[in-house]
């Protein structure tokens, strides 16, 4: 992690905060983008990173929590969750970085919904003394502006005059369109690459001695782009089952709507950590799509160069 000539005495910092369903982006100025799994844990445990004690409760974000076996909440789990986690979520992944006593953050978060906008910024915005990784930090959060989930990675890039973009995200698929750079159709489709991920859980039983799959596991060799979910087990031929199901049943639609929308002159591009599906990238290309480079994190950076906008526009 690295914290490129940062002043120790540094507060101030732009960042840009992804909420996602399947994992948190965190980009702060000056430091590599940080992801983690949307995962809190209430269980009780060492310093660890993603360690926060807030208001009287200890929670953990991330890896660890997930380690536990036992955590709650996760952001897939309900939509609301969201917002209501977003403080908890936001500490966790700071408490993920090198340690500072003091963090003042100007931020610019993505939502899936933007009516949450109101609520989230309740949540969010404020002063707090959390404990992050076993230290007393001073964080004060400001949130600079709140866009729908997506844009971020279409920030600073040129745009063609007509554009969509379908977002393969963990819980949900987004299908937008835009003109001359102003969205017309924000359509989100409530299933994402976790609905694949629990078919092929299910459904590798038989490879398993009987017993599901592990959801993360699975996640893990994924987004590694194989299909080798332990030493001994390769799921190869459950995946590929799978995914035609998932496509068939979930994805035809938003798929078809872009490459509609493809004949009518539009240019489409694709991102979200769906895209890097093994082989699924290879069926999206042949169709017309271009991939965004970093598919993953583009919108988290975008987020951040906004936020360094905003700020710079204010200061000058």
Known sequence: MSSKNIHANQKIFCAGFDNGYG???LLVDGFDVLRIPSYISREDMEDVPGRVVF???AYTVGESAFRTGYYFERNT???INKVNNALITLLGA???????????????VSLHDVALTRELCQVLNGEYQPMLAGKLSDVKVEVLKVV?????????????KKLTVVDFGNGTT???RYNQGKREVHTPYAAGVEVLIGEIAKKMKHLNGGKLGDLSKIRFCLEMGH???SRDIDIKEVYTTC?????????KKPVNLALDAKHQGDEIWAIGGGCLLPGFKKLLIQNGFEILENPVEANSYGLLQMAKAIVMTVNS
Do not use: I
Request: cysteine-free.
């Open 94 to 108: 700071l408490a993920h970085l090198p340690y500072r006593k003091v963090w003042h953050l100007k931020l610019v």
């Open 148 to 160: 729908p989930e997506g844009m971020g990675a279409l920030f600073g890039r040129k745009l063609p």
């Open 174 to 176: 987004l299908y937008s």
């Open 23 to 25: 994992s948190v982006k």
């Open 77 to 79: 789990d309900n939509n």
């Open 243 to 251: 995914l035609k199901d998932w496509y068939e049943t979930y994805l």
């Open 227 to 229: 299909t080798k979910y």
């Open 55 to 57: 208001n009287g409760n």
